[in-house]
């Protein structure tokens, strides 16, 4: 089921005191006008929550879903409609509670529970590309959010003066444990399509440069194509994707070597 959430024009950052869980809006990192609140479907409200079973520890922040009324209201409201939505928060008493706007999209109504099917797409991207935004920081242990991608993240690797940290996702942000380190700062991670993205040389290339709402971009050219074979939604639905309909969208075409390492020319 989907129900509707507040249409008003600060609903990502103010829904509850601490920010969505996906923090892709924070406020220590400049709300709405943080570097990770820049995607398609933030900056034109096409974003939902979802419930806790659909949620898990976060994995699905920033994930796609084309989200379909087919009518079947029990009073007969609305009428059948269809578009795609990112998921940024968790907490929904419906499978998804969505910004009006989108629910209004959908349903043609501004208020109930309407059934609906769902189906993960790939996201729209901005022309930014990927970005690793930091959402707070100590001298031992940092947070950081990654936005603006086709798919979620499903590991982080964080490199600094060449040696490496693998990241922790908590409840839809990363973390890492580094203690008093400097040097060169890098990420990589991995979408659940199993495609990488580096983002080198970040925070002007030191890793004491970072501070709260910073932000470290990857390639413009990034784009992922595919699903990998084995993926599969919570609830028994099939996860897949039009991929013609990816692949006439994209603008720019990575380079990819064997092991499905996106390069940055």
């Not at 089921?1 to 869980?21: C, F, I, P, Q, R």
């Not at 930091?134 to 990654?146: A, C, G, R």
């Not at 040696?163 to 060169?184: D, R, Y």
Request: net charge neutral.
């Amino acid at each position: 089921t989907m129900s509707m959430w507040s249409e008003t024009h600060d609903t990502l950052v103010a829904y509850k005191s601490e920010g969505s869980a996906c923090k892709y809006a924070d406020r220590l990192m400049g709300g709405l006008n943080s570097a990770t609140a820049q995607t398609p479907y933030i900056t034109s409200k096409n974003y939902c929550a979802v419930n806790r079973g659909l949620f898990g520890n976060g994995e699905v922040c920033g994930r796609c879903y084309r989200l379909t009324y087919r009518g079947g209201h029990e009073q007969g409201l609305g009428r059948p409609g269809s578009d795609v939505v990112q998921i940024v928060d968790s907490g929904s008493w419906a499978t998804f509670d969505c910004h009006m706007t989108a629910f209004k999209k959908i349903t043609d109504y501004n208020t109930g529970f309407f059934p609906i099917t769902y189906q993960e797409v790939a996201c729209d991207t901005s022309s930014t590309g990927p970005v690793a935004g930091v959402l707070q920081y100590d001298y031992y242990f940092t947070k950081i959010v990654f936005s603006n991608l086709r798919y979620p993240v499903q590991s982080a690797e964080l490199t600094i003066g060449g040696k490496k940290h693998q990241m922790k996702l908590i409840g839809g942000w990363w973390s890492a444990w580094t203690g008093p380190i400097e040097g060169k700062t890098s990420f990589k991670i991995t979408e659940e399509n199993g495609y990488v993205v580096n983002f080198p040389n970040c925070f002007n290339g030191e890793w004491k440069n970072r501070k709260t709402g910073d932000a470290c971009y990857a390639n413009r050219g990034h784009r992922s194509a595919k699903l990998l074979a084995n993926d599969t939604l919570s609830e028994g639905v099939e996860k897949t994707v039009e991929l013609a309909k990816v692949e006439s969208n994209m603008t720019h075409q990575p380079q990819l070597q064997a092991n499905n390492t996106v390069l940055f020319p």
